[in-house]
Each structure stands twice: as C-alpha cells, then as structure tokens.
C-alpha cells in the first residue's frame, strides 16, 4: 500500500512592518493575555502528567494494586485522551484561536513589535540592565528584535512534534475514522516528548512578553497528591451499600 504524503503546512511568509505605536502596543497586551492562559494550560499538562507517572511507578512497586485492571485502564485512558486533546488545543493553526501556534504565527509576521524596547519597558527603571542580557540571551547577541528565522523555526519544531498526536485525535479521540486509517497512535515516550517542547517554547516567549524569569510552566505543588493513595477507599461493608444502594 503506498502511503499517502503528508500535506506540507502553510506557514507565514510575508512579513508585515509599519505598525503604529498604538497598534504595537495592543499586539503586546493580547500577545501577554495568551502567553500568560498559554503558560496554565501547558502547566496543567504537566501536572498531569506528572500524576501519570506517578501512578504508573507505584503500580510497578505494587503490581497487586492494579488488578483487576478496569479501573486503572480507565485512569490511563483519560489521561491520554486529555493530553492529546489539549496538545491540539495549543497547537491549533487556525487563525481565531489562542493558541501556542497561532501565537509563533502572528509574530512571524510582526517580528519587529515583540523588541528589546518593548521587553524593557517591563523592568522596573533599576532592573533596565537585565532586560538587554535577557532579551540577547535569548534573540541573540546584539539583536535588538527577534529572528523571523528564529521564530519559524520553533514554530516548525512545534508543528512537526505535534503532527502524529494531532492526526490520533482527530481520527480516534475527537472523530470515529476507520482503523485503517491510523492504526498506531503516539507513545506515552512521545507524549512526555511533546510536553517538554511545549513547555520549552512557551517558556521563551513567556519570559520575553512578561518579564518573569520561568524555568518552566509547571506549577508548584502545595500538596502530595499521593497522600490520597495511603488509605483504603473503603471496605467490603461499603461494597455491599453501593451495590445495593
């Protein structure tokens, strides 16, 4: 069977200047807003993800607390089903959503509005220095606005890793396509993979449109969630109340 090439995606050539400063200035504070509901949503991928692993370490040292397997099947089910749809969500390419992709997209386009004056005029006046080396850090060295080809590049990156996931949910979560249609979808390997971009890209513009020094979109958490794990559910007595409730 010959397999049919995949349709090469359309990305922004043209490259639009001109803006007037008020216009500038509203691209940075949408461009902000979506950076910021970008960073929760990859976070909250990793969140999950992180309980994922989490439950499939403690099933290796306990194999006996996954039989039967229903409910654990179940578990693991939801988790890619979330995963993958929210993988999609953030690099969704259509041109009325606020996605991750369509965020790069937009500043391909206006290259020059996300510069190194826009990025200091977040610092505090004492702090101004920072802003250079950081901006620098990560534009390159002595560049005062991004690379077009800097930025194409990560959208490529983001698009080309997202490809495989996208295509699972469009033809097995979100629609019900033929199995011949896909008859292996990604690994949990590939599924980590994607999320470490993901959080990678969005950290860089994240910082270079806020200011803020991330390291990642990973939240802090308050509490061990495993803590919920140290206790039995309930009893065989409360079996017999569900059952006959």
């Not at 190194?116 to 560049?143: M, N, V, W």
């Not at 896909?182 to 200011?211: C, F, Q, S």
């Amino acid at each position: 069977m010959v397999r049919k090439k995949q349709p090469r995606r359309k990305r922004p050539k043209q490259i639009l200047t001109g803006l007037s400063a008020h216009d500038q200035k509203k691209c940075l504070l949408r461009w902000r807003g979506w950076i910021l509901r970008i960073k929760s949503e990859v976070g909250d991928l990793i969140g999950r993800r992180e309980i994922f692993v989490g439950v499939r370490a403690i099933l290796r040292l306990n194999p006996e607390a996954g039989d039967p397997s229903t409910f654990v099947n179940w578990m693991m089910q939801n988790y890619v089903e979330a995963a993958t749809i929210g993988v999609r969500r953030l690099c969704d390419t259509r041109p009325d959503v606020e996605s991750l992709s369509h965020l790069l997209r937009q500043l391909l386009q206006y290259p020059d509005v996300l510069n190194l004056q826009a990025h200091a005029g977040l610092y505090p006046a004492r702090r101004r220095s920072d802003a250079k080396s950081t901006f620098e850090r990560i534009a390159g060295a002595g560049r005062i606005t991004l690379s077009a080809r800097s930025i194409r590049s990560d959208l490529r990156r983001l698009e080309n890793a997202a490809a495989r996931i996208q295509r699972f949910v469009n033809k097995k979560v979100a629609h019900a396509a033929p199995s011949r249609d896909i008859r292996k979808g990604p690994t949990y390997g590939e599924l980590g993979r994607m999320l470490e971009t993901l959080d990678e890209i969005a950290v860089k513009y994240l910082v270079l449109l806020t200011a803020d020094g991330y390291a990642t979109c990973a939240r802090v958490r308050q509490r061990d969630w495993r803590k919920v794990l140290l206790r039995p559910w309930l009893d065989r007595e409360d079996l017999d109340v569900l059952d006959t409730a």
